[in-house]
């Protein structure tokens, strides 16, 4: 992922990490943003890349197929201010909670000018589903402060 380009690629990998001799990388989603910060894959290794739209005030979903579900948060919105980094829940019970660090808007503040602390917020996406060539998306409307 390019942040700034906020855009996607994907390349075939050896089992050692390394790009497949000849492969190269292809385009798969382009996300309209300023910038696109940190990502995680999930939940439980599915291929969503879950990412957080810093500037966008926003956590995006992006399927293997390319397809973007906006999901929580909204610019202009104080849901998700300044989301940096997401993660998924390690422990048993908890690897359908995707984790949002947020910043507080210091790239982007709310309104031009309303700031506030960083925050971690837990989103359940136990509703999601990723089917062979297609995101279906309902996010849980109930986010938690953490």
Do not use: C
């Amino acid at each position: 992922m390019l942040s700034y380009a906020a855009t996607v690629y994907r390349m075939p990998i050896t089992a050692a990490g390394y790009a497949e001799d000849g492969a190269e990388a292809e385009q798969v989603s382009w996300v309209r943003s300023v910038f696109i910060d940190n990502f995680a894959f999930g939940p439980e290794g599915d291929d969503t890349i879950w990412a957080a739209e810093n500037a966008g005030n926003r956590l995006i979903a992006i399927g293997g197929d390319g397809k973007i579900v906006y999901g929580v948060g909204y610019p202009d919105t104080m849901t998700l201010v300044g989301p940096t980094a997401t993660a998924f829940g390690k422990a048993e019970g908890d690897t359908n909670t995707v984790y949002i660090v947020t910043n507080g808007g210091l790239l982007n503040p709310v309104n031009g000018s309303i700031l506030e602390g960083g925050r971690l917020v837990a989103i359940d996406a136990t509703s999601y589903y990723h089917g062979a060539s297609s995101l279906v998306a309902q996010f849980d409307a109930k986010t938690e402060l953490i």
